[in-house]
């Protein structure tokens, strides 16, 4: 596949700069978006909630996912309960385990019980996958956040997981998959052959959409003369010295 026209895979904006996610908003492709208390500490946040509240005002009618705060389960309940309450179009997200590898099943299924759409973030393995669907049974909708990228970045092939994860999720259509923490363009067509819902990606991989269906003959012209024009502005030489 070539051609960004034919990808059934939602895209989501995974960052919490604010100019970016507003121009995002405007992307064709981009059909909602993801943060994280990383990427906003990145970008300079001071405010979570003042945040999260301005951003909304203007991203309305596509997903956006918030994450809760806590590592103790009652209080993260009391905070996903907020955070639901600040639109319709918010996924509240709740890490698989907490801090200790305690499970969050509990809570996601009472969460889902009262009508909370959650995004489940941080799973790493199948296992956890399972726990998961079998919390969010009943759930109004949900994702299912697989950390491919750092899957991939232990060596391991994400895709038969993912595969696998897909199945699971099968019976349950109001429950979508999401291939989280991309590394590459490539990630997209991946996660779009396997079947998966959604994939999120940074704004510096959305600037690289422009590269699909590039003739590689010329890209590769271009490769080499940025190197000889590089080389030529630098002096370099080869001399016997």
């Known amino acids: 596949?070539?051609?960004?026209?034919?990808?059934?895979?939602?895209?989501?904006?995974?960052?919490?700069?604010?100019k970016s996610m507003l121009e995002l908003y405007h992307h064709p492709l981009v059909k909602g978006f993801t943060t994280n208390p990383s990427l906003m500490y990145k970008a300079g946040v001071k405010n979570y909630t003042a945040f999260a509240r301005d951003i909304l005002k203007v991203i309305q009618g596509r997903p956006i996912s918030f994450e809760v705060l806590s590592d103790d389960f009652s209080e993260m309940e009391s905070q996903a309960l907020k955070m639901a309450s600040w639109g319709e179009n918010v996924y509240v997200k709740i890490p698989v385990i907490n801090t200790q590898g305690e499970s969050s099943?509990?809570?996601?299924?009472?969460l889902a019980n009262a009508g909370v759409k959650q995004n489940i973030t941080a799973l790493l393995t199948l296992e956890q996958v399972q726990d998961v669907v079998s919390a969010l049974v009943d759930c109004q909708a949900a994702n299912v956040s697989?950390?491919?990228g750092r899957i991939a970045d232990t060596g391991v092939d994400p895709l038969p997981l993912m595969k696998q994860a897909l199945e699971l999720l099968r019976p349950y259509p109001q429950i979508e998959l999401l291939w989280a923490s991309s590394r590459e363009l490539l990630n997209i067509f991946q996660a779009n052959e396997i079947g998966c819902h959604i994939i999120t990606v940074?704004?510096?991989?959305?600037?690289?959409?422009?590269?699909?269906?590039?003739?590689?003959q010329e890209f590769s012209v271009e490769t080499v003369k940025t190197f000889y024009d590089d080389a030529a502005k630098a002096g370099y030489s080869v001399s016997d010295k």
Do not use: W
């Not at 596949?1 to 604010?18: H, N, P, R, V, W």
């Not at 099943?105 to 009472?110: G, P």
């Open 1 to 18: 596949m070539t051609s960004m026209t034919e990808l059934q895979i939602k895209i989501f904006a995974d960052g919490a700069d604010k």
């Open 105 to 110: 099943a509990d809570l996601i299924h009472k």
């Open 146 to 148: 697989i950390f491919a």
């Open 202 to 216: 940074t704004p510096d991989i959305i600037k690289k959409l422009k590269m699909v269906g590039r003739n590689l």
